[in-house]
């Protein structure tokens, strides 16, 4: 004979009171929202995490397009002759808000004597390994009436890695901007 027990005054069988509690289960949808939060945070925090890290980084190169600008035009105006690299990485650097680690900045500028002529190594420098690689970058006196090509790579860091924002990184998962100003010097010394 089945064990009965008691409940709420009643004696049932452990069969009966199973069949009433998964009847009871069924016919509630008390956690059906944190389920359904369960099912959708994640999903929901990948693409948020994600749109903040593309936001940064769209913060991030303008910036530094607007100090690969301002810098730039100290050598197309023949403001600073016969500068060195390092030179210049200061003033470039000057020109760049906090936001910029400038030891994660590499320059390259190089002087072509016609815009035809103003192919460069390839514009993201990654080698077949994923690694950034600036060793064929030079920095060259530019004359005056000379075109001139400078470029500057960043290396961010990226934040948030894993949530589809691969697409051109490193090989050790950061991401490389590049930002390029091609423009003729002014005919100085000014007469």
């Not at 460069?120 to 060793?135: K, L, R, V």
């Amino acid at each position: 004979m089945a064990e009965k027990i008691h409940t709420a005054g009643k004696h049932v069988t452990w069969r009966a009171y199973f069949a009433t509690l998964m009847s009871r289960f069924r016919r509630s949808d008390d956690g059906v929202t944190a389920i359904e939060f369960g099912i959708v945070a994640a999903p929901f925090f990948a693409v948020l995490l994600a749109t903040f890290e593309t936001g940064l980084i769209f913060v991030t190169m303008q910036v530094l397009d607007l100090g690969v600008l301002e810098s730039a035009r100290l050598i197309r105006t023949g403001q600073v002759k016969h500068i060195s690299k390092d030179a210049f990485k200061t003033t470039l650097c000057a020109n760049l808000p906090v936001l910029i680690d400038c030891t994660k900045v590499s320059i390259d500028v190089r002087s072509f004597t016609n815009f035809a002529a103003t192919a460069a190594p390839p514009p993201s420098a990654i080698d077949d390994d994923g690694n950034f690689d600036d060793s064929a970058f030079t920095f060259v006196d530019t004359p005056p009436s000379t075109i001139v090509v400078v470029r500057v790579f960043y290396i961010w860091n990226t934040i948030f890695p894993n949530f589809g924002l691969g697409a051109g990184a490193l090989a050790n998962g950061d991401r490389l901007l590049v930002s390029t100003s091609t423009f003729r010097n002014e005919p100085f010394p000014w007469p």
